[in-house]
């Protein structure tokens, strides 16, 4: 085994070794102040700190804007499947959700335990190999919101254009925040849990246009209120302070590489890469279509399931980690997010080059 | 300032140096496996055997019974505030509740947002300066459950004794949880905030016994349903799972200390190290009456504001830091859960009484 192995897990996922590095020194003595970093009361003047240099450097990395709040919660994606609609639907309304995997699918779930999703396009009867385009499907005029999933971790498969609709976007960028440049001003709402593109698990961020804050019923539990967190910069309660701080580090890291811009080039050239290699044979079949391939998870099969078994295990005994398919489509899927390095990519191509010559 | 100072922060605290050393190697590469601990996959054999060491490591030192689940959840305890009546609370149903402070009067709020809080005992009147024994309230005959919090750390009161009712317990354990010994059959459910005694911020223990996972309302959110996570081994989506890790790394050098019961009397001894300074001069007074006082938590005032103020800034430049008591009632605090050692309490009374003698 090699002293690093390249890890192509979908989440959580391989983090800059530098990252890595700094994270161990400050556990154990924060910024040689004679205490871990762990340690560190939330409220003292060292974390807070921390905690505001995360948040300036997402704000200027996604170029947030000033009418947006940026929070760090706890919860995950799943736990802002059910925040979202409690906190943007009133009695009787209803959004509209497209349906392009089991992500979008169990926030559709939780949608319609306290309220009304209008599914405007499901792309499940073809496996979800693709994700719809403007024109393939109609917002319900009625809808508060159009929700989507910009990038479907399971499938392989990502909006390369995000939708067009008077309507205001909410999206789960869960997997592919911080990989590529956009506009936020059309989105009312982005989440993302950080164990994918930017940190740890622990730690899910919130971007919310301010004039949704006070949406909420007044029932709904304090720790559910968007605004409870904003109002209190995320200090509402503990948060989950490591997360946060490794958030922040990846962010520095990131910026320290060219930004977002830097990181979309090499991000595309990364997957080229691996659909180059897919497309140039018959031995490897992708799962997504062309027109809706992810440049963070490149979802693949091989002729026979026993030898995706073989691939994954010899892949993994060069130190080519975590190539297994999900459970629900099985296959193979290299998931190659920002900090994913270029070499394990190069490494895995000449893989499966040979893998084919002595397999085909 | 020293290599490493005394934190007598009352959470995020103090925890293990040997802890903090283990974490760090293992974040840069776990288990010498080519891999950081925060980028395994929380699927992968070797997290699932981080998660299950420590539940088997916190069953073992608690002495949980087999009807109970252990789950690791995220949002602190301020999230189960609500959760609690959201799952055992059925319509038009009540429970009882102790107001000793801030936490159980937060609780309640949450309570009576989704059902009926009935307050059978407060200590508000006398600045939450103790905690009710048993014959001081009545429980509602109506309630499904008696609530409590066992430690009160803003006040520095805790139960010696835990309330004798025929109605099951639940209670809010965060901040004297694995401190002593006790029979958790009494319990329906009890939930602890891992950052004061147990771990860092980021994930929140709960038990609970296991026919109450079937109460919830068919229409709550799946990720506030406790059933979501028994049913999956608090694997139903990404846990936090470097908190978890910490709290198992804790839990084993808690039981290499000698367990619980061994913890419990150092913890009553360094208790009584503070607590027989202030009891011996008219200086330092403690806030909570002394049949209430937190063996966690010891709060106490000095003649004035000012020599309060001097008295935190002088100890913390010594390295004794943390000590200033919460916004809410002021003074001094010193937190001084499982983890902090003993020569910082013995530190720290040499401090009171050199500072005493200077201005006395």
Redesign the interface.
Known sequence: ?????Y?F???????P?EV??Q???D???FNN????L?????R?KEFMAVADEAEALLRELLAIPANYKVLFL??????Q??MVP?NLLGPGQKASYLNTGTWAK?AI??AN??AEAHVAYSSEATTFDHVPKNGDYEVDPAAQYLYFVSNNTIYGTQFADFPKTEKMLVCDMSSDILSRKFDITPFGLIFA?A?KNMG????TLVIIRDDLLDRAPA??????RYKTHADKGSM????????IY?VGQVCKWLKAMGGVEAMEEKNKEKAALLYGMIDSTDFYKGHARVDSRSLMNITFNLPTPELEALFIDQAGQE?L??LKGHRSIGGCRASIYNAFPRQGVVDLVDFMKRFEKAHC
């Open positions: 085994m090699p002293d690093r192995i890890n897990s979908p989440g959580p996922a391989t983090l070794q890595l590095a994270a161990a020194q556990i154990v003595n102040k004679g205490i871990g762990i340690e560190l009361s939330h003292s706890q919860g995950g994606a799943s736990t499947f059910a409690l169990k779930k939780e335990l306290v849990g164990q740890p698990a622990g730690v029932n709904l539990p304090t720790m559910l509402f309660n503990t948060p989950p302070c490591f997360a490794v130190g980690d975590g």
